[in-house]
T-cell receptor
Framework: AQTVTQSQPEMSVQEAETVTLSCTYD???????LFWYKQPPSRQMILVIR??????QNATENRFSVNFQKAAKSFSLKISDSQLGDTAMYFC????????????FGTGTLLAVQP | DAGVTQSPTHLIKTRGQQVTLRCSPK?????VSWYQQALGQGPQFIFQ???????QRGNFPDRFSGHQFPNYSSELNVNALLLGDSALYLC?????????????FGPGTRLTVL
């Protein structure tokens, strides 16, 4: 069975600074995907960034980038130039490749961006 | 382009009652997944519907059942409600494309069981 672990329940960062959220996972699969989702107080879960396990290059989306270490089964999210609107719960999630397509989530990290 | 919509937004029930939650997928999507998110936890997969059939199920009892209609919308039914069923219920829709099934989430239904 796959598991996703987020060891930082809460984090805080000053506006315009950089913050890194940690995530580790456990799987015996070779074909899989990893995601970071953001859930602001409005509750809508929004996809921030995704990484295909077969790609060695780390994914980037504007101010968001990941550090994907496949051998270590680590998938951290870096947020650069933090903005007040980045305040939210961040979930790391795993999806096995193929037809199953269910997401397995970690317990989340609550990020507070301070002015 | 309308995203995923869910109704109702909030719901209060008492133990033993039954509840039905509804979800309309994003336009063009054919697959609906349901997740339960307890307070302070990550979402847990309940089940997934594709072509009106339950394609996969998570570790939830038979009290949780669902349905998908020909227009791809879906319902989640929970019978004999327990206090522990209080949670945010999220619906996600997707369209299998090129092997990656990106899921788009709705705003959720907050269920409180008293």
């Amino acid at each position: 069975a796959q598991t996703v672990t987020q060891s930082q329940p809460e984090m805080s960062v000053q506006e315009a600074e950089t913050v890194t959220l940690s995530c580790t996972y456990d799987t015996s699969e070779n074909n899989y995907y990893l995601f970071w989702y953001k859930q602001p107080p409005s509750r809508q879960m929004i996809l921030v960034i995704r990484q295909e396990a077969y790609k060695q290059q780390n994914a980037t989306e504007n101010r968001f980038s990941v550090n994907f270490q496949k051998a270590a089964k680590s998938f951290s999210l870096k947020i650069s130039d933090s903005q007040l609107g980045d305040t939210a719960m961040y979930f790391c999630a795993f999806m096995k490749g193929g037809a199953t397509n269910k997401l397995i989530f970690g317990t989340g990290t609550l990020l507070a961006v301070q002015p | 382009d309308a995203g995923v919509t869910q109704s109702p937004t909030h719901l209060i029930k008492t133990r033993g009652q039954q509840v039905t939650l509804r979800c309309s997928p994003k336009s063009g999507h054919d697959t609906v997944s349901w997740y339960q998110q307890a307070l302070g936890q990550g979402p847990q997969f309940i089940f997934q519907y594709y072509e009106e059939e339950e394609r996969q199920r998570g570790n939830f009892p038979d009290r949780f059942s669902g349905h998908q209609f020909p227009n791809y919308s879906s319902e989640l039914n929970v019978n004999a409600l327990l206090l522990g069923d209080s949670a945010l219920y999220l619906c996600a829709s997707s369209l299998v494309r090129g092997g990656l099934d990106e899921q788009f989430f709705g705003p959720g239904t907050r269920l409180t069981v008293l």
